[in-house]
């Protein structure tokens, strides 16, 4: 009788290595994934472990183009923020990896899909909502859930003791306290020395970004052109004039230049979806550079209205399900039209200034869309705008606050 294949999301570390072996164990066939979402990796290195231990196969796929382009670029569009303050990076990558997973699975005739997530997580949720989206029928093995094998191997000694007496190789690099993921928009830190929220984060565990205190003296001005709230140039304005106009070379070329200025780091703790706190490290360097621009230039072009709406509904909700790993959905397919749709007058040309971890807008314009006039606005000429009308307007909005006002007189109660 033919053996049950698995496909498990493999990433050559210690955990994932264990977990490939113990499926073996269990009498599994397994197919091994990793998905090249930008991490500085050994991905050939990684293969050959994984080929080493019994793995049937080891797929890798490069998803760097989908995941910038189909991932980050709405983010951007949208504004995308979770809790005011945290980009969503790794979120981000979850969808791209999950669709991609599956269709290693389908192609290798896989009836089940695993991965490594621990049982506390957001990651574990939003893998499994777009495995079953993805492929209704699929069956998931999620080791850190099951009794059998957490009893089993309780922490990194008892993995380690396992590694070794089933033959799994294993670096004799020092495991670092904490634990860490990278995609091409951040890197994220969590767990270990970071589970106490007092704890300042050690100055060598940033990865990306330079600290700002020690980041070039000299600022550094750039330009970012958009086009229905898409990025399609970047111009460097030091040292001569360089384009970029691919949207891959955009953004990566945005993570060098923000990296290099200590920009986008954050520390917080936020509200996982299963509801747990959680305290997180994260760098996001070019996402915020790119956001910061496209925030700006929608001041100049956006309809106050539209944009009220898209802030109020849309941000929030779409953020959310990212976060939530929900991408998958009717209500994410919805939100995404409703985000392209707010994006069409969003053409025009952001230069920022960047100097130790600040990002400053210092121009915007936009030859296409007129809703700022710099005539009307000016307090030097009237240029068609009649202040007497003004007066008109302030005693309409003033007549339900008069109303407010009487009944509270009428009451004796200060305001």
Same mark, same amino acid.
């Given at each position: 009788?033919?053996?049950?294949?698995?496909?498990?999301?493999?990433?050559?570390?210690?955990?994932? @290595?264990?977990?490939?072996?113990?499926?073996?164990? !269990?009498?599994?066939?397994?197919?091994?994934?990793?998905?090249?979402?930008?991490?500085?990796?050994?991905?050939?290195?990684?293969? @050959?472990?994984?080929?080493?231990?019994?793995?049937?196969?080891?797929?890798?796929?490069?998803?760097?183009?989908?995941?910038?382009?189909?991932?980050?670029?709405?983010?951007?569009?949208?504004?995308?923020?979770?809790?005011?303050?945290?980009?969503?990076?790794?979120?981000?990558?979850?969808?791209?990896?999950?669709?991609?997973?599956?269709?290693?699975?389908?192609?290798?005739?896989?009836?089940?899909?695993?991965?490594?997530?621990?049982?506390?997580?957001?990651?574990?949720?939003?893998?499994?909502?777009?495995?079953?989206?993805?492929?209704?029928?699929?069956?998931?093995i999620a080791p850190w859930r099951d009794p059998e094998f957490y009893t089993r191997f309780p922490?990194?000694?008892?993995?380690?003791?396992?590694?070794?007496?089933?033959?799994?190789?294993?670096?004799?690099?020092?495991?670092?306290?904490?634990?860490?993921?990278?995609?091409?928009?951040?890197?994220?830190?969590?767990?270990?020395?970071?589970?106490?929220?007092?704890?300042?984060?050690?100055?060598?565990?940033?990865?990306?970004?330079?600290?700002?205190?020690?980041?070039?003296?000299?600022?550094?001005?750039?330009?970012?052109?958009?086009?229905?709230?898409?990025?399609?140039?970047?111009?460097?304005? /030091?040292?001569?004039? !360089?384009?970029?106009?691919?949207?891959?070379?955009?953004?990566? /070329?945005?993570?060098?230049?923000?990296? !290099?200025?200590?920009?986008?780091?954050?520390?917080?703790?936020? /509200?996982?979806?299963?509801?747990?706190?959680?305290?997180?490290?994260?760098?996001?360097?070019?996402?915020?550079?790119?956001?910061?621009?496209?925030?700006?230039?929608?001041?100049?072009?956006?309809?106050?209205?539209?944009?009220?709406?898209?802030?109020?509904?849309?941000?929030?909700?779409?953020?959310?399900?990212?976060?939530?790993?929900?991408?998958?959905?009717?209500?994410?397919?919805?939100?995404?039209?409703?985000?392209?749709?707010?994006?069409?007058?969003?053409?025009?040309?952001?230069?920022?200034?960047?100097?130790?971890?600040?990002?400053?807008?210092?121009?915007?314009?936009?030859?296409?869309?007129?809703?700022?006039?710099?005539?009307? @606005? @000016?307090?030097?000429?009237?240029?068609?705008?009649?202040?007497?009308?003004?007066?008109?307007?302030?005693?309409?909005?003033?007549?339900?606050?008069?109303?407010?006002?009487?009944?509270?007189?009428? !009451?004796?109660?200060?305001?």
């Open positions: 009788m033919a053996k049950e294949k698995v496909c498990l999301a493999y990433s050559g570390g210690l955990d994932t @290595s264990c977990i490939l072996a113990w499926l073996i164990e !269990k009498g599994y066939d397994v197919v091994c994934f990793m998905a090249d979402v930008g991490q500085e990796e050994d991905f050939e290195a990684a293969k @050959s472990k994984a080929l080493a231990i019994g793995a049937l196969s080891c797929h890798i796929t490069d998803l760097r183009r989908p995941f910038i382009t189909e991932l980050c670029t709405p983010a951007i569009q949208c504004n995308a923020i979770y809790e005011n303050v945290y980009l969503l990076g790794t979120s981000l990558a979850r969808p791209i990896i999950a669709r991609a997973q599956i269709a290693v699975a389908r192609s290798e005739g896989c009836a089940y899909v695993s991965h490594g997530c621990t049982g506390k997580g957001n990651d574990q949720v939003r893998f499994e909502l777009g495995f079953y989206a993805l492929q209704p029928d699929i069956k998931v922490g990194r000694q008892a993995l380690l003791e396992y590694a070794a007496a089933v033959g799994v190789p294993v670096s004799q690099t020092k495991s670092k306290p904490w634990s860490m993921d990278e995609n091409a928009a951040h890197c994220s830190y969590e767990a270990g020395i970071l589970e106490d929220p007092a704890v300042e984060p050690p100055k060598d565990m940033w990865k990306l970004t330079v600290d700002p205190v020690a980041a070039p003296e000299t600022p550094e001005d750039v330009q970012i052109e958009f086009k229905a709230g898409v990025a399609v140039k970047m111009t460097l304005l /030091n040292d001569g004039k !360089k384009d970029f106009t691919d949207p891959v070379d955009i953004f990566l /070329n945005a993570n060098t230049l923000a990296r !290099k200025h200590g920009v986008g780091r954050i520390d917080i703790v936020e /509200n996982r979806f299963i509801g747990l706190k959680s305290r997180g490290c994260y760098e996001t360097p070019g996402l915020t550079l790119l956001r910061t621009a496209h925030i700006d230039l929608e001041g100049l072009v956006m309809d106050r209205e539209v944009r009220a709406l898209r802030d109020t509904f849309v941000t929030p909700a779409f953020s959310k399900v990212l976060y939530n790993g929900l991408w998958f959905s009717p209500e994410r397919e919805f939100l995404s039209k409703s985000v392209e749709a707010s994006q069409g007058a969003v053409n025009g040309t952001v230069r920022l200034r960047i100097y130790k971890g600040a990002v400053g807008v210092v121009g915007r314009w936009s030859e296409t869309e007129k809703l700022y006039d710099e005539k009307e @606005s @000016s307090m030097d000429e009237q240029g068609g705008f009649e202040p007497v009308d003004a007066g008109g307007f302030i005693k309409v909005q003033a007549i339900r606050l008069r109303k407010f006002g009487e009944a509270k007189l009428a !009451k004796g109660e200060e305001m």
